[in-house]
């Protein structure tokens, strides 16, 4: 999940993303819209799955008051490490 803040309240930033693919490959997947943010390789095309290269995600929302110099996008709760799996030897 994507929120902006300005100091306080934060909001949640909801709705549908528009995903388009720029470059790279070996080919360039099928745009897609989800309403779920999330890394393309969930989704279920093998193209998607095999890209290696730069997309777009855009969503549309409306603001809070006041200049764009006091908002705050949070990427944390998206930018979450990857998992790891640990091997007992």
């Known amino acids: ?41 969930s989704q279920d095309d093998p193209e998607a799955k095999r890209f290696a290269g730069t997309a777009r995600y855009t969503i549309g929302f409306d603001h809070p008051a006041g200049e764009a110099d006091d908002w705050i996008l949070d990427w944390a709760a998206f930018a979450k490490p990857p998992s790891s799996k640990s091997t007992a030897t």
Do not use: H, K
């Open 1 to 41: 999940m994507v929120r902006f803040r300005r100091v306080r309240p934060s909001q949640d930033i909801t709705g549908t993303w528009e995903v388009n693919f720029v470059e790279g490959g070996p080919v360039l997947p099928a745009a897609y819209t989800t309403t779920n943010l999330a890394s393309w390789t």
